[in-house]
């Protein structure tokens, strides 16, 4: 299946008025291909799972293997292979002659809780901070698995190729972390005959850049851009009938997701940077002028996404007297957001309320704080230090949020420098996720490189300004084509979830997109815009996903933010209310 990406190209680099692409080139979605199973007749490693192979830990009742290689051809083995652990209602064993091992096959009387061996959920973990690799489990540990088992849940973890995996031979930036993902389930789907558990129920959960990776993964089931990537490696593309199997996942829980990518440094202008004026954002810096001219471009790119409210309002920005663009009915949403989140924590939570600081990292020399308010009114207070922007109601204990400035400047100062993920001179962590190499960070966003280039005469102009920040380094990057022969258009597509969410995109309803989402994200967090999950949110429930459980979480920030209660409990809970056998 072959997709005309030179098409998208020039698309999405010629947005001289920072739109995006429409309508562009590439083949209707129909499924996985049926065009051949491996990537080549020679494999290294076969995809049939090994049911005289299991451990057993009697203690606890559970069987699990360790280091099953998921592709035949793998070009990272030591990460492409996953440990898989299974409650032992689940399967009926017998010891192997070795007194070690057991040969065990499907039990699907076997019930833990409302599961049984044929119906459990299987959940993997996405543990990849900063789009970094996912190790793979060398040892078994029950605690690490326990109350997911206890839970009658089937627990798999596979290592996952991710930007610090490189090489000087290989680079593991993407899409090899998601490709890698979808190849693990896909290999649970092959073997689904002996293995215990329910693939149609997979659900995927990580924070950060792991929760970016399950958020890509969960919008981009089965769609063609990963194909060649997947056939590279010897993924299972078809059972043993030669029917073709779906990478496609049930359900995706996403803890501040560090994701969207493509328009980031934008969206991070606009909702943070704009307020700004130290730093990089100090007057008088080329830099400076480049924040402002990021926060413009932001508001014209929103509005041609066409997203639209629970009711149908459909949601732009428009011009303010003051700030940019801080008016229109996506602004107001924006406030109706930000006022529900300070509401449940003021429903959450009683008083006296500690806030306690942690303080540096080890080292730092900066320690931590405490600070107690007695009642919900000295705390309003508190946020209303440097100005108004909170007026609260004791009578019925809400709180009503005026404006974005206010409360960015108390609770959401921008943390990182102009250019926030692709940077100017390629040093965001970003920039190595789509590396060419261990040494080679890359430029991606097609929105920033025409700004740029836009700009780049007046740029020129400031005395901190250096050629090598012109659009000129950004198509250079853009040309460079990875080990499959892909050029980055096509792999910034692939790790854009709203490319396959969004009709403003080519690969709008060419995917399988996860029916369960649960997105959990600290308000407080400088790491991403506020828009980021939110429009992540929108454009789900305009896909005509009805199932997405969404909260930003007041007082908290880059962190597995929750409500109450704590997060693999909470996580667990979700799982078991959104599949019920």
């Given amino acids: 299946m072959d997709i005309n990406r030179r098409t998208v190209v020039r698309g999405a680099a010629a947005m001289a008025a920072f739109g995006i692409v429409e309508g562009a080139a590439g083949a209707a979605f129909a499924g996985t ?37 998921y592709v035949a051809n793998p070009a990272a083995a030591d990460y492409e292979n996953l440990s898989i652990y299974v409650p032992g209602a689940y399967l009926t064993a017998t010891a192997n002659s070795d007194g070690t091992t057991y040969t065990a096959t499907v039990n699907p009387k076997g019930t833990v809780g409302d599961y049984s061996g044929r119906t459990a959920p299987i959940v993997i973990p996405v543990n990849t901070p900063g789009y970094a690799a996912q190790k793979p489990a060398t040892s078994y540990s029950y605690g690490s698995v326990s109350h997911h088992l206890e839970a009658g849940l089937i627990y798999v973890w596979p290592g996952l190729r991710g930007r ?15 490709t890698d993902l979808k190849a693990a389930v896909r290999f649970l789907r092959y073997n689904r005959s002996v293995l215990p558990g329910s693939t149609d129920d997979i659900v995927l959960f990580g924070m950060s850049g792991g929760g970016a990776q399950d958020t890509v993964a969960g919008a981009s089931g089965d769609s063609p851009l990963f194909e060649p990537y997947l056939r590279t490696i ?103 957001v930000i006022t529900t989140s300070l509401n ?21 020399g900066r320690t931590g704080s405490s600070t107690t308010y007695e009642t919900a009114g000295d705390y309003i207070t508190h ?14 204990n809400t709180a009503t949020v005026s404006g974005l400035e206010g409360f960015v400047k108390s ?66 990057d853009f040309a460079k084509k990875d080990s499959v022969g892909k050029d980055m258009a096509w792999r910034a597509d692939a790790y854009n979830p709203l490319y396959f969410l969004s009709p403003a995109f080519g690969g709008y309803r060419r995917s399988r997109v996860a029916r369960h989402w649960r997105i959990r994200t600290g308000i407080m967090q400088g790491d991403t815009a506020n828009t980021t999950e939110i429009n992540l949110l929108l454009a789900l429930q305009n896909y005509g996903i009805r199932d997405v459980d969404f909260a930003t979480v007041w007082a908290q920030g880059h962190t597995e933010a929750e409500r109450t209660g704590d997060p693999t409990t909470n996580f667990i809970g979700w799982v078991r209310s959104v599949v019920k056998r």
């Fill in 383 to 396: 946020l209303n230090a440097d100005s108004t922007w909170v007026t609260y109601d004791p009578t019925t």
């Fill in 234 to 336: 010897g993924a299972a593309m078809e059972d043993a009938e030669g029917r073709p199997l779906s990478d496609a996942v049930a359900g995706v829980m996403a803890w501040c997701p560090i994701t969207s990518l493509h328009e980031a440094n934008l969206s991070y202008e606009w909702n943070m940077g704009q307020f700004a004026s130290t730093g990089t954002r100090a007057s008088g810096t080329w830099t400076s002028a480049y924040s402002a001219d990021l926060a413009k471009a932001w508001p014209r790119y929103l509005n041609r996404l066409g997203l639209r409210d629970e009711h149908g309002r459909r949601l732009e920005l428009t011009e303010s007297s003051s700030g940019v663009h801080l008016a229109g009915s996506y602004y107001d949403h924006l406030i109706e």
């Fill in 344 to 364: 449940h924590f003021l429903s959450d939570n009683t008083f006296p309320y500690t806030v306690t600081t942690t303080g540096g990292p080890p080292g730092s």
């Fill in 164 to 178: 610090d995996g490189s090489t000087g031979t290989r680079s593991d930036a993407a899409p090899w972390g998601v």
């Fill in 411 to 476: 609770q959401k100062t921008a943390s990182k420098p102009v250019g926030a993920f692709d940077g100017y001179s390629r040093e965001q962590t970003e920039n190595n996720v789509f590396a060419m190499g261990l040494d080679a960070p890359s430029h991606f966003a097609p929105l920033t490189r025409d700004l740029i280039k836009a700009n780049e005469t007046a740029y020129a102009t400031y005395s901190d300004w250096e050629s090598d920040y012109g659009a000129s380094a950004y198509d250079s």
């Fill in 33 to 69: 291909s049926s065009s051949g199973g491996l990537a080549s007749s020679s494999s290294a490693y076969s995809l049939e799972f090994d049911s005289t192979a299991w451990s057993y830990d009697a203690t606890n009742d559970v069987y699990y293997q360790t280091g099953k290689v």
